[in-house]
Structure formats: structure tokens, C-alpha cells
């Protein structure tokens, strides 16, 4: 698995799409927090914190991420070489995994940078240091576990089709679903609104981010990464069949 996983990493950045998800990632994130006018300019909040930070992150990865995952599997199909891969001395889990990790680690060096955004928040603050850290620090965790699922989810719609762009839109399609879909759902059924609210991530997340790091929460996200997995593992083996 450590080789596939080297040869992922090594394939985002021996091409410009390692180098351009950072990019985008950053520059996004950039103008919305320090640049645009709106709710979102840290400089004009008002209050020394990150959430803003937080709050378009999981956005701008809906599509981030599944550009990134789109080719993991589908480019396999496309090009012939799946069959190949399966007939390498790996387990299904171990090559699913050698992908999961490769997208993982692609995001996670996204997320780096961002660190310098606590640093100019805490001396911005009135009086310096004027940051709830346990918060931060919370909300950091819940995005590398909203991160972890979305990579599952982008890995397991690049299993359905030899096409990137379906993979890419279908992808983007669970994601939203997944992250708003229940929350938005949920207003409709006042007596189960809070059930069915719970099983969106968006739930979660913001649960996360108040700096209180819940079993349930991350059960939750941990659940939802293998259940895409397993659905990946479980889509490979029929392509083996």
C-alpha cells in the first residue's frame, strides 16, 4: 500500500493538479476571509476568530475534493489499467486505502497554510491572544474528519464510471447531500427535525467546532468514511468478477 500510496502523492504532483488545488484552496479561501466585502472578510467582523475560516472551507472543498478524486479510479478504467492494478499482490483494501490516503494527503498540505491564519487572528485580537484555541483547535479536527469523508465519497464515484467529469459531478452531488442535504431537509419534519439533521454532516461539523471533540461525532464521520470505502471495495470486486 506504501508504494500505491507514494506513486498518488507522486502523480498529483508530477502534474499542475497538486499544485492547482493548493492554489485555488488558498486564493479562495483568501479573497472571501481578507478581500470581499461580506460576512466572511475577517478584517470587518468585528471579532478576532476563524470562524468565518470554517464556515466557506467545507464549500470550497465540495469541489475541490472531487476534482481531486475524480481521476483515482475512472482514469484506471479509462486507460485499461484496472485490471492490472487488481492483479498486483494487494488486497482490494490496500489499493482502495493507497487512494484514499494519496487524495488525503493532497488536502491535508492544503490545510497547512491556513495555520498562519490562527497566527495573524491571535495578534489581530484586542488584546493580542484574544482567541478561543480549544474552538480552533476543534474546528480544525472536524475539518480533516469532513475532509476524510469527502475524499471517500470522491473515491467511490471514480469507481462508477471511466468518466471524470460523471465522477467529478456525481461526487459533488453526495457531498451537498451529505453536508446540507439533511439540514436543509429537516426544517420540513419539525417532530424528527433534529434526527434527521443529525445525519448530515453539517450537524456534526459545527458540533466539532465548538471545540468539544464528541465520540459521536466522530463516530459519525469515521462511519461515513468506511461505509464509502466499503462501498469502493465492494464495487472493485464485482469490476474483478
Known amino acids: 500500500m506504501k508504494a500505491l500510496l507514494i506513486r498518488e502523492i507522486k502523480s498529483f504532483f508530477g502534474s499542475p493538479i497538486g499544485y492547482l488545488v493548493i492554489a485555488l484552496f488558498l486564493t479562495l479561501n483568501g479573497l472571501f476571509l481578507w478581500i470581499f466585502d461580506g460576512q466572511y472578510n475577517i478584517l470587518k467582523n468585528g471579532f478576532a476568530d476563524l470562524n ?9 472543498l465540495i469541489f475541490l475534493i472531487p476534482a ?19 492483479t498486483k499482490p494487494l488486497s482490494l483494501w490496500q489499493i482502495v486505502n493507497g487512494k ?60 462508477l464510471s471511466d468518466n471524470q467529469i460523471v465522477a467529478f459531478l456525481l461526487s459533488v452531488f453526495l457531498c451537498f447531500v451529505f453536508y446540507f442535504g439533511f439540514q436543509g431537509i429537516s426544517h420540513y419534519f419539525k417532530s424528527i427535525e433534529n434526527f434527521i ?29 468506511y461505509f464509502f470505502l466499503l462501498l469502493t471495495v465492494f464495487q472493485l470486486k464485482s469490476a474483478k468478477l
Open 197 to 225: 439533521a443529525s445525519l448530515g454532516m453539517d450537524y456534526h461539523y459545527k458540533s466539532m467546532s465548538r471545540g468539544v471533540l464528541d465520540t459521536r461525532d466522530i463516530l459519525y464521520f469515521s462511519s461515513v468514511t
Open 68 to 86: 481531486v478524486t475524480m481521476r483515482s479510479f475512472s482514469d484506471e478504467k479509462k486507460l485499461g489499467t484496472l485490471e492490472l492494478l487488481l
Open 52 to 60: 468565518p475560516f470554517f464556515t466557506v472551507s467545507p464549500w470550497i
Open 100 to 159: 484514499f490516503f494519496g487524495a488525503f494527503v493532497l488536502i491535508l498540505i492544503a490545510l497547512i497554510p491556513t495555520l498562519l491564519y490562527v497566527y495573524i487572528v491571535y495578534t489581530l485580537g484586542m488584546p493580542e491572544g484574544n482567541l478561543d484555541l480549544g474552538s480552533t483547535l476543534g474546528s480544525y479536527f472536524g475539518l480533516l474528519f469532513l475532509v476524510g469523508s469527502y475524499t471517500a465519497i470522491g473515491i467511490f464515484t471514480s469507481t
